[in-house]
């Protein structure tokens, strides 16, 4: 991914501005100088600049046909260098970014002032900065432009970067596939090692021993490795259980690759051979997998995707012998089989808008029977094309007869 990306994004989020208006966005806050945590760049900062450094903010602004990309970035300190390295430099934000008017955060209240003097609205995104110090600091921030600037209008700029993102372009969905390449791997790691009697968690190591070992340091979201009734908890992330001889296990993985993330669901028996039940239970869920991805096409919206998931559930729920009435079935399937995929595991969504080339969207459909300590779902990455669809993790094996073949070796 190159500057060309990220300037081509600017470029397209210009287009959607209002006149006379500026948009501010902001790096996740990190404090230098403790010992270093996992750091998660705000996605809609690294979209529009390609940064991953801390305590960076943007301004977009646009006046008729003039338009304006300004760069903060945190000044060097010497005596620091030592401790964290050295920070960024102009001519190197510049590079990634492609921005050429670059200064540093202090200077931010001088440069934005005439901006915002020229301004009516100011879209100041701050709700998509949740992890960190960085919600109190943008949110003084607001409170210092809504106080020295009383009739600028202040709005969320989130729908237009759902706009903006909802559609992926062929680097990022490059990365996606690489993301995917990586958790495939990790996957087929832990079915290989799995034995009876292990710890979720042990199960959960040799995905991530796969993952870092590829240069994925970073998950998409904390792995979720549930065996036997565990798996009937939807977001279940303790994986301290001990895998059950006649359990299924199943986990609900990504690894992120540039920022950009896979997000898949594989089960499959812990000791390499489903039983007549569990095969029943998966197959069921495995066909409506394939049947709700089959559907995936440009026009359509995710509400239909889980309209006609929840018609095929009410009839092989009866089928399986689990519900009696249509109305049931919330019981045993209760969650969305699809969401947004991109920069975050649940990427920005409009619910309103239909399916379009370039989108990412799982597939995810689930059945979750506590009292047979039984849970069963499947999740693939589908890429929305002119046509229909592309299955990005169709490698990742999911037939029963190919699961089992992979356990035994
Ligand atoms: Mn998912």
């Known amino acids: 991914m190159d500057k060309q990306f990220f300037t081509s994004n600017r470029n397209e989020l210009y287009q959607l501005l209002p006149d006379k208006s500026v948009a501010v966005f902001s790096a996740t806050r990190s404090d230098s100088g403790t010992l270093p945590v996992e750091f998660v760049q705000d996605a809609n900062f690294f979209y529009l600049t390609g940064l991953r450094d801390a305590n960076a903010q943007l301004i977009v602004a646009k006046y008729g046909k003039s338009t304006h990309s300004i760069l903060f970035i945190e000044r060097n300190i010497p005596e620091m260098e030592v401790w964290i390295g050295r920070k960024l430099t102009r001519e190197e934000a510049q590079e990634i970014s492609g921005i050429d008017k670059i200064y540093y955060i202090d200077e931010f209240p001088r ?17 998509s900065n949740k992890i960190g110090l960085n919600l109190t600091d943008t949110l003084f921030q607001l409170k210092d432009i809504t106080t020295h600037y009383p009739t600028l209008k202040i709005l969320n700029p989130d729908h237009y970067l759902t706009q903006l993102r909802s559609a992926k372009k062929p680097a990022e969905i490059e990365d996606m596939k690489h993301a995917i390449r990586i958790t495939h791997d990790a996957i087929l790691n832990v079915m290989k090692n799995t034995k009876p009697g292990m710890k979720e968690y042990e199960l959960e190591a040799h995905f991530r021993f796969e ?40 986990m ?15 089960t499959f ?67 969305g089989v699809s969401h947004m995929l991109g920069l975050a595991a649940h990427d920005l969504v409009d619910r309103s808008k239909k399916l379009a080339e370039g989108w990412v969207i799982t ?17 693939d990455d589908i890429l929305v ?17 190919d699961i089992e073949s992979i356990m035994k070796k």
Not at 111 to 126: G, I, K, L
Request: charged fraction near 30%.
């Open 211 to 250: 993952c870092v070992r590829n240069n994925a340091k970073h998950m998409a979201f904390s792995p979720i490795i549930a065996s036997g009734k565990n798996a009937t908890i939807l977001h279940y992330e303790k994986n301290i259980g001990t895998v059950g001889k006649n359990d299924l296990v199943l």
């Open 111 to 127: 440069v934005f002032h005439p901006v915002a003097m020229s301004s009516e609205v100011c879209f100041y995104d701050h709700m």
């Open 385 to 401: 094309t002119k046509e229909g669809y592309k299955n990005l993790s169709k490698g990742i094996p999911k037939e029963i007869s």
């Open 269 to 335: 028996p812990a000791n390499g051979t489903f039983s007549d039940r569990q095969k029943e239970v998966y197959e069921t869920v495995l066909n409506i997998n394939k049947a709700i991805i089959k559907k995936v096409k440009p026009g359509l919206t995710l509400k239909d995707l889980q309209d006609e998931t929840i018609q095929l559930m009410k009839n092989t729920l009866k089928q399986l012998k689990l519900i009696k009435k249509d109305e049931e079935f919330k019981k045993y399937y209760m969650h």
């Open 363 to 379: 597939v995810e459909p689930g059945i979750y029977i506590p009292e047979e300590k039984l849970g069963v779902r499947i999740e």
């Open 252 to 266: 609900d993985v990504g690894a992120k690759w540039n920022e950009y993330c896979a997000d898949i669901t594989r």
